[in-house]
């Protein structure tokens, strides 16, 4: 079975339907090889979320065998000049990747987040950008953050422009499930799917399915 990697999925601890214990199970059913927990977060609930995860892990981890568990928080609306103060604090207390909630067009997110985002040597990955500037394409291959083509509803609508920008400028991509509920968890085609929908080739599909999520293992 062709392995699963997916950096971006939502629990209780923000606003996902599932606990923890339940998002790993399933995700394991599903063929997954590793899984990041990555709620919403801002300077109200950032201690919470990761205090949080860090017992999970501690403690429930060693169970589940055969998925590696990252923690994870995705920092969602903040303003933006205090998205990397942030994303340092979320790595200093036990984050292992570290995403924000990029300018999706389905959503009334902060204009400049993500150039900020793309700026910080702490954040891992710009989820679901929209309409990124070529500007923020390139500071995001030259600085190594990953931008997210998106199989979530909505959020997917600017996976093809995410992609075109991507390929020009060699920045690289991951396909997320953007999870919140049972039914949302990916599976290998499906995430070949949705990186040849956005109007990648198959061999290029495979690089960012396969190979690319290795670099944040």
Not at 40 to 58: A, P, Q, R
Not at 107 to 119: G, I, L, R
Request: glycine share 6%.
């Amino acid at each position: 079975m062709n392995k699963v990697y997916d950096f971006h999925t939502h629990t209780i601890l923000s606003d996902g339907e599932l606990i923890c214990s339940e998002q790993i199970r399933r995700a394991q059913t599903h063929g997954y090889a590793a899984i990041a927990i990555s709620d919403h977060v801002d300077e109200s609930n950032i201690d919470f979320v990761l205090s949080s995860l860090n017992k999970f892990v501690d403690n429930e981890s060693s169970f589940f065998e055969g998925i590696k568990i990252l923690k994870g928080v995705e920092i969602t609306h903040v303003p933006p000049s205090l998205i990397d103060e942030l994303a340092k604090y979320a790595k200093e207390n036990g984050a292992d990747v570290v995403l924000v909630h990029g300018e999706t067009i389905v959503e009334p997110v902060f204009q400049k987040t993500d150039y900020y985002a793309v700026n910080s040597k702490y954040v891992d990955i710009l989820a679901h950008p929209g309409l990124i500037t070529e500007e923020e394409v390139a500071l995001a291959a030259s600085n190594g953050v990953f931008l997210e083509l998106s199989a979530r509803k909505g959020h997917s609508l600017s996976n093809g422009h995410v992609a075109k920008l991507a390929q020009k400028y060699d920045a690289k991509l991951l396909v997320n499930s953007d999870a919140h509920g049972p039914d949302d968890f990916l599976d290998y085609d499906f995430s070949l799917k949705v990186a040849m929908s956005a109007g990648l080739n198959i061999e290029e599909a495979k690089k960012i399915v396969e190979r690319n999520p290795l670099e944040l293992l």
